[in-house]
């Protein structure tokens, strides 16, 4: 795990580590739910952003040949494609993780709640309609 930050503080400009880094363990857990999802929209389009870079240097250097002096900088893009990725990853995984602990702790309430408004059926007793049909 240590060589992936070492990785992404070498690969990521201050901007983008920032973001970045928001997403471990021990930064996430302080963001409110709209702090959160503003940084998945940021990591999004970051990711995307470096998507189309690496696709686009992949293609320049199809085009160049293999002696291109230009794979360095496909590598870089590449390295903070997968960055960008994993920070998405984990802050996804806490939105899921918030979201399902929501629902756990509102599951209980609506079901007393709705076991209240529930009318309860009467209790049906061995009286006259059973014994007529006993009888016949």
Known sequence: MAATQKEDRRVLDAAELEL???TRRTDIGNLGDDDLAGLITQ???RRDWARSVS???RIEFRTKGRGSQDSH?????RRKLSAFSRALSRANRERSRRSERAAKQS??????????????????????PRAAEAAT
């Open 107 to 128: 599951a209980p309430a609506a079901a007393s709640t709705a076991a209240e408004a529930k009318p309860r059926p009467a209790k049906r007793t061995r009286s006259a």
């Open 43 to 45: 990591l999004r389009g």
């Open 55 to 57: 696709s686009q240097r």
């Open 73 to 77: 900088g496909d590598e870089e893009s």
């Open 20 to 22: 970045v880094e928001q």
